[in-house]
């Protein structure tokens, strides 16, 4: 039982921190996931590859996914019990990871508002928030 908080690569200080709130309000531990996806995953690796003639394996942009994450726990100023990198559909992994990790909770960044108001979305988040097997907390951009 546990809070997971999906992280991108910017406002995930919101996230962690509403991560951070939820998981202490119930007694549970944090854990911050970043996801990166397999086209960003395969730019990494022809990217590498061009400029050092090797390409990364999985188990290093994992690392940097994780790295993501890690940034967004230290601008938030809390701690997190788990920190982890995943490579895949963002919205497809953090699902998987909440459900391996028996989730309570799984906290996401929400976009923004349209001029009359209407709470948009990105196709992550509303994936999340479709099929999530847990209540998901959706944290929008300031």
């Known amino acids: 039982m546990v809070v997971v908080a999906a992280v991108d690569r910017s406002g995930g200080e919101r996230i962690v921190e509403e991560g951070r709130k939820t998981a202490d ?26 400029t050092s003639g090797k390409s990364l394996d999985m188990a290093q942009i994992e690392s940097l996914a994780e790295t993501i994450a890690e940034e967004a726990v230290t601008e938030a100023g809390v701690e997190a019990e ?9 919205s497809q992994r953090v699902l998987e ?27 992550v988040t509303q994936s999340i928030l479709l099929n999530a097997e847990c209540p998901v907390i959706t944290v929008m951009e300031e």
Do not use: M
Request: charged share 25%; glycine share 12%; proline share 3%.
């Open 82 to 90: 788990e920190v982890v990198g995943l490579v895949g559909k963002p």
């Open 25 to 50: 309000a119930h007694g549970l531990p944090l854990h911050v996931v970043h996801t990166i996806s397999e086209a960003d995953f395969r730019d990494l690796e022809r990217a590498s590859y061009d």
């Open 97 to 123: 990871y909440a459900d391996d990790v028996d989730a309570d909770y799984v906290v996401v960044g929400g976009r923004k508002r349209s001029s009359v108001g209407k709470v948009l979305f990105g196709s």
